[in-house]
T-cell receptor, first 114, second 115 residues
């Protein structure tokens, strides 16, 4: 069975500092990995994905994530946080076996303090 | 290209009623998935449709059903509403099967309140 864990409910970081939002996953096949962000009363916005290839993936708004197969992790990072980055972040995984649905983590609330 | 649209955006119903939510995917997308989002349970997968066929179904009671039309638009229906069905219902679309086509793009959601 597929599963996603986001071990931190809340991450606080000062503006200008680097941020990391953690994600670990479990799949039986090879993973497709995604990060989404949700602002209040909005749907989810796609940030970035790992399908195959380079382990370091760059996405929207200066975010990047590193796929680590041995640690089954896909942590989201940004070198310098902005107050406007404050939102709810979801990690998601889909097994590359045909017919598997997306599984989302519980979400991590990021607060960037001015 | 227009994004995923969902109608209505807000809905208030009473227990026992039924409700139908609609989702129009991004043009060219053939896969539509539905999710229920609540503060306590997070994002829970309801079902996924691809080319009018249900491909996957989550662990929800039979009161929750869906369908997809030939133009890829999708509807979900909840019958005999319960208070616990109050949630944000999100629809997501993607191109189809495999690789980078798997990226899901979400609509703004329909917020359902059951009184």
């Amino acid at each position: 069975a597929q599963s996603v864990a986001q071990p931190e409910d809340q991450v606080n970081v000062a503006e200008g500092n680097p941020l990391t939002v953690k994600c670990t996953y479990s799949v039986s096949g090879n993973p497709y990995l995604f990060w989404y962000v949700q602002y209040p009363n909005r749907g989810l916005q796609f940030l970035l994905k790992y399908i195959t290839g380079d382990n370091l993936v760059k996405g929207s708004y200066g975010f990047e994530a590193e796929f680590n197969k041995s640690q089954t992790s896909f942590h989201l990072k940004k070198p310098s946080a902005l107050v406007s980055d404050s939102a709810l972040y979801f990690c998601a995984v889909r097994d590359d076996n045909y017919g598997q649905n997306f599984v989302f983590g519980p979400g991590t609330r990021l607060s960037v303090l001015p | 290209k227009a994004g995923v649209t969902q109608t209505p955006r807000y809905l208030i119903k009473t227990r026992g009623q039924q409700v139908t939510l609609s989702c129009s995917p991004i043009s060219g997308h053939r896969s539509v998935s539905w999710y229920q989002q609540t503060p306590g349970q997070g994002l829970q997968f309801l079902f996924e449709y691809f080319s009018e066929t249900q491909r996957n179904k989550g662990n929800f009671p039979g009161r929750f059903s869906g369908r997809q039309f030939s133009n890829s638009r999708s509807e979900m229906n909840v019958s005999t509403l319960e208070l616990g069905d109050s949630a944000l219902y999100l629809c997501a679309s993607s191109l189809g099967v495999g690789g980078s086509q798997e990226t899901q793009y979400f609509g703004p959601g329909t917020r359902l309140l059951v009184l």
